[in-house]
């Protein structure tokens, strides 16, 4: 079955339409926002913490997170961090998002997750995204803490029970044999979670030096190893087409501007990844940005990049252009493939 709501599905349909119509070249398919950096763990994997470490103690104001949204205007918002659910207003800024009927999603690495349920009702347009990169072992080695895998776990028991919609997000580092994470994909399938998202892990430059990363080949052997082994019929959220890159079936180039992201320090030049600057504006992001200078063979920080927050977008305007492809897309969504 496939992973994505039908309302959602219809929304985003109806938005690229729209956008197509308008001509607009440049347009955001999921905002990013980042209503703080701090974070209750220190991930092995992640440069959020280290790059941003000087503003750790800084929280956005809802007024903030909020203009910046209404300013990009996405039909997705994926609120990230550090942990969100450190920030004291975290349910006010999702409630008025959901109020705007927007779809958001919130990154968790759920050690919050009670006082999540006090402040965030179920909704149709919210979810949380469960971090999880691996089972027990794996996963509490890359979080650098013991029983966080357990929390995780609980949570999404308790997450279903309560009506929530829950997700999960799954890095893959080298070192984790690809059976581990057919037995946890299939895991999570059978536990109910709506959605797997799944991406190779990036390099950060403060974190490059750890010889868990993947090279760009190297990822696409690992991923097309994993999906040999899985099943027919599991949850994963990335679109289908995205799933093929990952195992090198398809070739695209690096669409950073679909996937804008806001931070305590402003928009980050050039994407999620990377942040040569920060602009002030949505509208400077977009205007300033040579977006052409970027991606795998014009700049060697995006050589091993196959992140779905440049590459998910990437397949889906290419799709738009490509009936054929469109088609494919609509049928293997349709059929869980």
Not at 148 to 162: L, P
Not at 198 to 227: C, D, L, T
Request: charged share 25%; hydrophobic share 35%.
């Amino acid at each position: 079955m496939p992973g994505q709501p039908l309302g959602l599905t219809i929304k985003l349909a109806l938005y690229l339409v729209k956008q197509k119509l308008r001509g607009r070249k440049y347009f955001p398919l999921t905002m990013i926002l980042e209503p703080l950096e701090a974070c209750n763990l220190t991930c092995t994997g992640c440069g959020r913490i280290r790059e941003y470490e000087p503003v750790l103690d800084k929280f956005m104001t809802v007024e903030e997170a909020l203009r910046a949204v209404e300013e990009c205007d996405p039909p997705v918002v994926s609120i990230a961090g550090g942990e969100p659910l450190m920030h004291p207003q975290i349910g006010e800024i999702i409630n008025a998002l959901v109020k705007q009927k927007r779809y958001v999603y919130l990154c968790t690495n759920t050690l919050l997750y009670k006082r999540a349920f006090k402040v965030i009702p179920p909704s149709k347009y919210f979810a949380f995204v469960v971090h999880l990169d691996g089972l027990r072992e794996t996963h509490d080695i890359a979080v650098e803490r013991k029983g966080v895998y357990d929390v995780a776990i609980r949570m999404i028991y308790e997450a279903r029970k309560r009506g929530y919609r829950v997700c999960t997000n799954t890095t893959l580092y080298n070192g984790t044999p690809p059976e581990e994470y057919k037995h946890l994909f299939e895991m999570l399938t059978d536990m109910g979670v709506e959605g797997m998202m799944i991406s190779p892990g990036f390099a950060y430059k403060e974190v490059a030096h750890h010889p868990i990363f993947m090279q760009r080949q190297e990822a696409q052997n690992f991923f097309r190893r994993v999906f040999e082994q899985c099943r027919r019929g599991l949850r994963f959220y990335n679109n289908p087409l995205y799933r093929d890159f990952l195992q090198g079936k398809r070739h695209y180039q690096c669409s950073q501007w679909t996937t804008p992201t806001y931070t305590v320090m402003g928009w980050r030049k050039p994407c999620y990844l990377i942040a040569d600057g920060h602009a002030a504006t949505y509208q400077e992001l977009m205007t300033t940005v040579q977006w052409d200078r970027y991606g795998w063979g014009k700049d060697p920080r995006c050589d091993t990049c196959m992140m779905h927050c440049g590459f998910e977008g990437s397949a889906i305007l290419q799709a738009m252009e490509r009936p054929k492809e469109m088609l494919e897309l609509a049928l293997r969504s349709m059929r869980g493939d």
